[in-house]
């Protein structure tokens, strides 16, 4: 009588427990403009003007280590006018290209 009995009682299957779903939490990345002054390409920052997360946008200015650049080039070669033609002998200013708000700049040094 108990086989039958232990026969006709239905398998129970497990399962584990269903894990409570957690909040997802988005956390904003702000950069500190101090490694803007380090970056010659774009950086992600945030702006403060505008108050999103953004790619910066470069633009380009001769500066002092551009002219330093074009007075050795033109006394050891005669090519004074090379480093005011390539972006890379320049300063690089990091802007918000929402607001356009500068956020900060990399100053090319010749050494």
Request: with cysteine.
């Amino acid at each position: 009588m108990q086989n039958q009995q232990q026969q006709q009682m239905p398998t129970v299957q497990m399962y584990p427990s269903p894990v409570p779903q957690q909040p997802l939490f988005i956390q904003d990345v702000k950069v500190d403009n101090q490694i803007l002054a380090t970056s010659p390409q774009p950086t992600q920052a945030y702006c403060s003007t505008c108050n999103k997360n953004i790619v910066t946008e470069i633009k380009t200015q001769s500066g002092c280590g551009t002219f330093t650049c074009a007075v050795i080039f033109g006394f050891v070669a005669g090519l004074c006018c090379i480093p005011f033609c390539t972006d890379r002998c320049k300063n690089k200013i990091h802007s918000c290209p929402t607001c356009k708000n500068t956020l900060g700049y990399c100053e090319y040094k010749f050494c």
